[in-house]
Nanobody, 123 residues
Framework: VQLQASGGGLVQAGGSLRLSCAAS????????MGWFRQAPGKEREFVAA????????YYADSVKGRSTISRDNAKNTVYLQMNSLKPEDTAVYYC?????????????????WGQGTQVTVSS
């Protein structure tokens, strides 16, 4: 499946962004989806994941309570709404797809990756 992430940008601390990831899958609901991020000089880290039908979600502690992952299977799109952004949220954000409907949080469990979208939060 091919993924195209968008929605990144420059925002002040405390602001919000909504990232989108469009997928080319024929049956999008057959894929669990995740968002990961990588800051300069740091390893890629898990941000959030959603099950194939959207019933289950899971978040990293660093974004829990500030972010919401959702999906619209009719539009083959997954979203990451991020609020109360902090400078430490600055990173390239990647969406990823995993065949199977259950949630995963390890990057190795995801077989397809988007190209990434830059999020920069200024203080």
């Amino acid at each position: 499946v091919q993924l195209q992430a968008s929605g990144g940008g420059l925002v002040q601390a405390g602001g919000s962004l909504r990232l989108s990831c469009a997928a080319s899958a024929r049956t999008f609901s057959n894929y669990a989806m995740g968002w990961f991020r990588q800051a300069p000089g740091k390893e890629r880290e898990f941000v959030a994941a959603v099950s194939g039908r959207g019933a289950s979600t899971y978040y990293a502690d660093s974004v829990k309570g500030r972010s919401t992952i959702s999906r619209d299977n009719a539009k083959n799109t997954v979203y990451l709404q991020m609020n109360s952004l902090k400078p430490e949220d600055t990173a390239v954000y990647y969406c990823a797809a995993r065949r199977g409907i259950t949630i995963a949080t390890m990057g190795a469990d995801f077989g397809s990756w988007g190209q990434g979208t830059q999020v920069t939060v200024s203080s």
